[in-house]
């Protein structure tokens, strides 16, 4: 073969990998292990386009420069094969969810191979078959069957807890529950029956069943996740979504809340994603009051800044909270009903951002601040959320912002507390000119007067000093067909587990994937789906963060019957090494996976606390759209730089029918029945198209199949070009054009083994100083890029190593084969066809990346700009030891230099070693 075929050298080497399964790890080895992850996909309808692999041709990259540094390397894929896309699929047209599944996950395997990823086929998953679920349903099983001891700060079984309640109650217990769980002694213990034992349990349980405000869908009949919601409709199908209470399974992450800040501290994870999780979990110090209602009750509020309590002037109520309806008045009763159903339908990231909106509504009602004793209005506004704290603030208009605009607005006092601490960063009351006096807290500095204030109220017993923690528990249902059944039944209201042996409990066959005609989830249709034909199974499935809480520990040991992983074979990978994948996660599947991984450490089912060691966030890649411009009320197009003489309409146009910004005439006539007619107005006999850098979609034609680059240009391009057009983590625009450099460089490179003939052709000579400096510092250079994830400067080195190497006519095994071994984590396949033909008999995935050596790189020369009365004229390369002599010697002899002197016999000539010759003439 003289030319490089690229087609049969990349679907040759495919078919190799494959039979000889080459990517195979071992289960455990002498080897230092090193596990490379990509983010769990979702295997959607539209399969890759070319900014999906990004992030994969890097994770393969440093899988395979590991395997040639002696790694045994685990580098897997599978896929998050539960989905609202194929439910909503299967409600429209009524084919079961797993079809559109299994046709869309061998789209994405045919595409992946075609790519040439160093996975190892042999461990995919499926979060959506029943041998992988049958797992997550049992560390959910483990989950109900744990509690959170803060003593010990690590889970433990619920039985160690019901025996510690019939010896004692829970007097002593220092547990992770909910907040109205009663104190009891051994004998209330023993008094109770087997439903009330039960409901004081799941106050205590990992996961638990309880009312919770929820995101509910009516159109879609189900609870979407807080990403899943924006601007008030669901993300797909722009469908109304309401706040609603229902009762709901939910896992207590509240419970793990300091650890996961803790462990943020142990990872190299991407800063800004840390911040993210810092902020969701919104540690705060402070304390907790008891506002008295005039009449009945209480507001529990919480508050880092107790200091400020003299100046709190009112007290606001989420819409959603408890006692908004019992302590609203008569006369307000209708405002407030009235706001509370509009404030319910907006999402709590819409009322967190929305600073600009201004409302709320007075209940009537009225508070005594538990310290000042004054008497303050309640009012309720969507800017307290329900799930943050208690619901409920003490507003402080004059060191709060939103309290402040809150007051402005709706003409309530507002005053500066002094308490001699530095207020004015904060402070909002001064520009009233209002300012009162803070009572004993005066002339305290503000972290005194915070701890004189809680000792205060713990001194009057209103309040106490508490540690809150933002983050709420997580919500656990979803009423959809599609998810993980939930291993639980319901005698007498009771939820109870099915026994480990019947696991996994499969999804039932139903007639449709809608609610049922009373509401109730589409697993409520199924037909004689009864847990021993008398009792009701949970009809929620799980969420789709659930089969992706704990997957790469499956990878580790996929065809397990016995367990989820062997914990030898856990014990050698231990966690993932590098893991990448996009931010928008961070507070979704990271956080969730964190805390799962925790719990199963507590278990002692895994020997790590933190899953994934190393996290990068790949950028995007941006589509590049074009556009044509057809004239006003016609059928005739004006190419872009005409186009300003005309009143034109821009259209996207499919980017596949335009090269180099030239469209091809004829495919856009029959891209579309109606420009079958087109007329065009051309510039130097072509259609220029317009360019914009968008997201990549298909509403805006911008979308590009890598398949359609493989069988142009093969994978090897894409993959080397997708490294090159910048950092990792940068987004950056796609641009078909550019491809045509990298294609050229292969080329370039494959003629470094072949005469001009096309005959394959190394030479075993020795190779000259100049090759081993070019070898040794390209060899430097993808190392240390490797090592540190910039790849997009490897591929610059790569191609100047190849021009040096074509310029001195090298074709020395001693520089080429090196040279192949580290090109091919970025080009694999036509690195392992020259590999072949060198004689070896191994794949090239399993050679010794060579050592650079530092001798070869100590520079002996130094090329010298030449001037000539200060004008650069030439340049001329000398030994860093040449005599002076000789140097003024050649210089002056030199025809690129001399003809310059015009006749004349230079005056001076002056050399500045290592930087410039100047000649004076």
């Not at 951002?353 to 309640?378: C, L």
Request: charged share 25%; glycine share 6%; with cysteine.
């Amino acid at each position: 073969m003289s030319e490089y075929n690229f087609i049969q050298i990349e679907k040759k080497w495919q078919r190799f990998w494959e039979e000889n399964q080459i990517f195979k790890p071992a289960d455990k080895s002498e080897k230092p292990k090193y596990y490379a992850l990509d983010m769990f996909p979702y295997p959607s309808g539209a399969g890759l386009h070319v900014g999906h692999p990004l992030g994969y041709i890097a994770s393969d990259i440093v899988s395979r420069y590991k395997r040639l540094k002696g790694f045994n390397v685990l580098h897997p894929m599978g896929f998050d094969a539960f989905g609202l896309p194929a439910e909503q699929y299967a409600i429209q047209t009524g084919q079961h969810p797993a079809i559109t599944t299994e046709q869309n996950i061998e789209r994405y395997v045919e595409q992946l191979k075609n790519i040439g990823f160093s996975f190892d086929w042999d461990r995919e998953i499926r979060t959506s078959d029943p041998s992988y679920y049958k797992w997550t349903q049992w560390i959910f099983m483990q989950l109900f069957n744990s509690y959170y001891n803060y003593s010990t700060d690590k889970a433990a079984p619920i039985q160690e807890l019901v025996k510690e309640f019939e010896q004692n109650g829970n007097i002593k217990v220092n547990a992770a529950c909910d907040d109205d769980t009663p104190v009891f002694s051994a004998d209330a213990w023993q008094n109770m029956d087997e439903q009330e034992q039960a409901e004081i349990l799941l106050k205590y349980r990992l996961t638990y069943v309880a009312e919770a405000v929820v995101n509910w869908c009516p159109a879609m009949g189900t609870v979407l996740a807080n990403d899943e919601v924006v601007g008030g409709v669901s993300e797909r199908g722009g469908y109304p979504v309401e706040r609603k209470k229902m009762r709901q399974w939910m896992m207590r992450i509240t419970a793990y809340a300091e650890r996961l800040l803790q462990g943020l501290e142990q990872i190299d994870w991407p800063e800004p994603v840390k911040e993210m999780q810092r902020n969701w979990i919104g540690k705060s110090v402070g304390a907790e009051l008891d506002f008295a209602i005039e009449g009945d009750g209480h507001i529990k509020v919480f508050t880092t800044r107790i200091d400020t309590i003299f100046g709190a002037s009112f007290v606001v109520l989420a819409p959603e909270h408890e006692l908004v309806e019992q302590i609203t008045t008569g006369e307000q009763r209708q405002q407030v009903e009235a706001y509370v159903q509009v404030a319910k339908n907006r999402s709590e990231r819409e009322r967190m951002t929305d600073v600009k909106t201004v409302s709320g509504v007075f209940t009537g009602a009225y508070a005594i601040n538990p310290i000042s004793e004054e008497r303050v209005p309640i009012w309720i506004a969507d800017y307290v959320l329900a799930g943050y704290g208690t619901g409920a603030v003490m507003a402080v208009p004059g060191h709060d912002s939103r309290d402040y605009t809150f007051a402005k607005h709706f003409n309530l006092p507002i005053r500066e507390v002094v308490a001699g601490g530095n207020l004015e960063e904060e402070a909002y009351a001064a520009k009233e000119g209002k300012i009162i006096n803070s009572g004993f807290l005066n002339g305290l500095e503000v972290k005194d007067a915070i701890k004189a204030g809680i000792a205060k109220a713990e001194e009057l017993g209103v309040g106490k000093g508490r540690v809150q923690y933002r983050m709420r528990d997580a919500v656990f249902s979803r009423q959809r067909y599609w998810g993980e059944p939930v291993p639980v039944y319901f005698k007498d209201g009771i939820p109870l587990l099915i026994k480990e042996e019947e696991l996994p409990l499969e999804l039932p066959k139903i007639d449709a994937y809608l609610p049922t005609e009373t509401g109730e989830p589409p697993l409520g249709r199924a037909v004689d789906w009864k847990y021993e034909d008398q009792y009701e199974y949970e009809l929620s499935t799980m969420p789709g963060w659930a089969g992706s809480s704990w997957y790469w520990y499956r990878y580790m040991d996929p065809k397990n019957d016995e367990a989820f992983a062997d914990k030898d074979i856990v014990s050698y990978w231990r966690n993932v090494d590098l893991y990448i994948g996009g931010s928008e996660h961070a507070t979704g599947h990271l956080l969730y996976s964190r805390f799962w991984n925790k719990f199963m450490y507590d278990l002692d089912l895994v020997v790590e606390q933190e899953p994934f060691k190393k996290l990068i966030n790949q950028g995007m890649i941006q589509g590049r759209s074009n556009f044509v411009y057809r004239i006003k009320d016609s059928n005739k197009y004006v190419s872009y730089g005409l186009k300003g003489q005309y009143e034109t309409t821009p259209l996207h146009v499919d980017v596949n029918i335009v090269e180099n910004d030239v469209l091809d005439l004829e495919a856009f006539k029959n891209w579309r029945p109606e420009n079958a007619a087109a007329e065009f107005i051309l510039e130097d006999g072509n259609y220029i198209v317009g360019v914009e850098i968008e997201k990549m979609s298909k509403s805006k034609y911008n979308v590009v199949n890598p398949d359609d680059i493989v069988e142009r240009q093969g994978a090897d391009t894409l993959r080397m070009y997708e490294m090159f057009l910048g950092p990792l983590e940068q987004f950056k625009p796609w641009n078909t054009n550019g491809m045509d450099g990298v294609h050229k460089f292969l080329k370039k490179f494959w003629r470094l083994f072949h005469d001009n003939e096309g005959n394959f052709s190394v030479s075993y000579d020795a190779p000259a100083a100049a090759e081993l400096k070019s070898l040794h510092k390209t060899i430097k250079k993808v190392e240390e890029d490797i090592e540190r994830f910039s790849f997009n400067t490897s591929v610059s080195t790569f191609m100047i190593c190849v021009n040096e190497l074509t310029q001195l006519k090298t074709n020395k095994r001693a520089i080429l084969e090196p040279l192949t071994v580290i090109l091919s984590p970025y080009a694999p396949h036509i690195a392992e066809e020259i590999w072949e033909k060198l004689g070896n008999q191994e794949s090239i995935s399993y050679a010794n990346f060579p050592q650079w050596k530092e001798e070869y790189l100590v520079e002996n020369s130094f090329e010298y700009p030449v001037s000539v009365n200060g004008k650069t004229r030439a340049k001329m390369t000398f030994a860093l030891d040449a005599p002076r002599e000789e140097m003024e010697k050649a210089v002056v002899n030199d025809e690129q230099v001399n003809k310059f002197f015009e006749g004349k016999t230079p005056k001076k000539i002056i050399i500045v070693p290592n930087k410039i010759i100047n000649v004076v003439v």
